[in-house]
């Protein structure tokens, strides 16, 4: 890891990202409990995440945007577009007001959307290919260890000041996001424009994905198990008045997932090379789908073990994807994969969370967290039983 942070843009980029995220975690997590908390409704609150989801649809357009200009521009012009977003937030007072946390919630995502597909390519020239593991790993160390305390620092400062001081905390974090993006020396080369359709360009990821046969398996795992992981959004909140805690409880369950999210990114390198990236992938769900299956259990102790189990799950399985779409991708098509990838995941994870919100109204929330227990292990097994190139052959693929 400290070879990675030799390079003063390395430091920039992943300064950067962390102050940034840690506004992502904090905000996040209170547009959920300020919905909740707004309404009284766990539906309610699961509606923000399923708006959220909804907006990284237009991922494959940011993708073909980020494949067309140079990436670090573009990232800072989302960094300020979603700083100007959320402040948005500061004319919400009370339950008439609710309708903005909804429009907040989808302008973050489509600005999230065009900063990570331009980000992806990004890292490429940021980093040495042969270090893209251990810099995904670092990268999502930060993103999920980030848990640790930024959702609990959200959550407190909205009990104690409101959602309009999270919202103006999160807006100067894009703020110096931008200035450490500004101020990276990264040489990017004119992006080549090539006489196609529309169609044929905005496409050009998805069909390089079906292409590859690693990344079509590892995506057809990844929406066998999305058809049922947003039901998350809305158990949550159900988990936690089975156990007698308030939503904003939500930020210390956040913080004991970060714990193993750690454990994860800390890990997940040398996990990559022993057993591939697609495996790899694999076992992350499965260990999701075990920390799933303790939420049955309505104690606070079980509660807390299977959060962190989904951490280390989750990290894993992203580091994995993250990584197999960078080294088996060209660099010029790295925007539209990494958006086509996107909203490959969304569009399974928006239906989902939108049903598992519905579904919250008429079945237990245990039939719920069965359903995502059972089907993410079988996206687990899936992918454990299909071929494997050897470790070092799956990190040279497409290098």
Known sequence: MRSLLRSRDARLLLG???????????????????????????????????????????????????????????????????????????????????????????????????????????????????????????????????????????????AAVGGGAVAVVDAATFAVSAVTLSALRVHEARPERHEHTFLVEVSAGARHILATPALKRMLAGGVIAMLVLGFAETVVFALLDAVGKPPSFLGVTSTIQGIGSIAGGLTAAAAL?????????????????????????????TLFVGFFI????????????????????????????SGAADVGLTVPQTLSIAGGAALSTVVPYQVLVVAMAAVTGVAALYLARGPELSPAASLEAAG
């Open 16 to 158: 950067g990202e962390t102050i940034s995220l840690f506004g992502d975690w904090a905000l996040l997590i209170v547009l959920g409990i300020w919905a909740k908390s707004l309404t009284g409704s766990n539906a309610a609150a699961g509606l923000v995440f399923f708006v959220f989801s909804f907006g990284r649809l237009a991922a494959p357009l940011a993708g073909l945007l980020a494949d067309r200009v140079r990436r670090r521009p573009l990232m800072i012009a989302a960094d300020v577009f979603n700083g100007a977003s959320v402040l948005l937030l500061l004319l919400v007072h009370d339950r008439s007001d609710a309708w903005l946390i909804y429009v907040v919630a989808l302008l973050y995502s489509l600005g999230g959307s065009v900063f990570e597909s331009a980000r992806a390519a990004l890292l490429r020239l940021v980093f040495p290919e042969e270090k893209l593991p251990e810099a995904n790993g670092l990268l999502q160390t930060i993103t999920q260890g980030l848990r640790l305390f930024a959702p609990l620092a959200g959550a407190g400062l909205y």
């Open 273 to 301: 090379r022993r057993v591939g990236d697609v495996r790899l992938v694999a076992l992350g769900l499965l260990g999701f789908a075990a920390g799933d299956a303790l939420f049955l259990v309505p104690s606070l102790g």
């Open 310 to 337: 989904a951490g280390i799950g989750i990290t894993w399985a992203i580091v994995a994807y993250m990584t197999a779409l960078q080294l088996r991708t060209p660099l010029p098509l790295q925007g539209r994969v």
